[in-house]
């Protein structure tokens, strides 16, 4: 009999938030545990072959091996580069900053 452990599978979007609780074998995959918390039916955007996935905050393969208590993490596709963003505001700030208008009491 093989032993059982006990893992979280989360995922969140702006209005709803999911942890499914579940038991799976020793020796379990990412893969396997997102299948069996039944949240591939609950939210049918998932898409195991775009949605990257982690546990306990860093990214891991669905064939990587599950202890008990690990948390397993779906994570949504970004809306925006990060880096893309970041570039934006900077030339925003610096635009304001050659353009700054009238100091007060001058």
Do not use: C, T
């Amino acid at each position: 009999m093989s032993k059982q452990i006990q893992v979280e599978v989360v995922y969140g979007r702006q209005d709803r938030q999911k942890v499914a609780r579940i038991s799976l074998n020793e020796g379990a995959s990412v893969r396997e545990a997102v299948e069996h918390s039944g949240l591939l039916a609950e939210f049918p955007e998932i898409d195991l072959a775009k949605n990257r996935l982690g546990i306990w905050n860093k990214l891991a393969k669905p064939d990587a091996v599950l202890r008990d208590q690990d948390r397993v993490e779906i994570y949504r596709p970004l809306i925006a580069d990060p880096k893309e963003v970041r570039k934006q505001r900077a030339a925003e700030g610096k635009a304001m900053k050659k353009g700054g208008g009238e100091i007060a009491g001058e």
